[in-house]
Antibody, heavy 123, light 108 residues
């Protein structure tokens, strides 16, 4: 079965750092573009970052650019999100999701999601 | 930053048809994807590439597009369809992803 399992969420003080992990199983991880999406309490989904299957491309939302870093270890089937200089507004459930982008550039969208890990930034 | 616009809420009675719209200036050239999120759960994709239904999604879910607006249609709405629905596409560069603000579907 296809699974994504996030971990690493915690309660931290503003200005501190945290690293999230997303362990993939049941599919060929190296073939997929991977994303982080977050959802603040009572709010909608917000796209955070993405990394291509071969690590050649990575993009970030303006709200996290310069503070967050997405990475992956294809040998461990794991996606990461390094979050620095955390702010109260980064408080959210963080989901990882996969995307299959074909050679044509056409995508099937974010077709598998994890259950999320909770990050709380508070003093 | 680029935004997709959805109505905050839609209400229908069981058996009726629900239509949820999503508007954005890149939609004529970028595909749209729809996700259903029930309370306390992770999102689930219900429509991909504007109108395709992924495996396992009931036939009552369909998608269509016209210019800068796409529509998620749920025919014969059931109580279990009550959820938040989000559209998603790409920005004008085609790289960064963007979500609509979400629409809460209430089944009366």
């Amino acid at each position: 079965q296809v699974h994504l399992v996030e971990s690493g969420g915690d309660m931290v003080q503003p200005g501190r750092s945290l690293r999230l992990s997303c362990a993939a199983s049941g599919f060929t991880f190296i073939r997929y573009t991977m994303h982080w999406v977050r959802q603040a309490p009572g709010k909608g989904l917000e796209w955070v970052a993405m990394m291509s299957f071969d690590e050649s491309d990575k993009y970030y939302a303006d709200s996290v650019k310069g503070r967050f870093t997405i990475s992956r270890d294809n040998s461990k089937n794991t996606l990461y999100l390094q979050m620095n200089s955390l702010r109260a507004e980064d408080t959210a459930v963080y989901y990882c999701a996969r995307e299959n982008i074909f050679d044509s550039g056409i995508s099937n969208g974010l077709d598998v999601w994890g259950q999320g890990t909770t990050v709380t930034v508070s003093s | 930053s680029y935004e997709l616009t959805q109505p905050p809420s839609v209400s229908v009675s069981p058996g009726q048809t629900a239509r949820i719209t999503c508007s954005g200036h890149t939609l004529p050239k970028e595909h749209v994807y729809w996700y259903q999120q029930k309370a306390g759960q992770a999102p689930v994709q219900v429509i991909r590439k504007d109108s395709e239904r992924p495996s396992g999604i009931p036939e009552r879910f369909s998608g269509s597009s016209s210019g800068t607006t796409v529509t998620l249609t749920i025919s014969g709405v059931q109580a279990e369809d009550e959820a938040d629905y989000y559209c998603q596409s790409a920005d004008s560069s085609g790289t960064c992803r963007v979500f609509g603000g979400g629409t809460k579907l209430t089944v009366l």
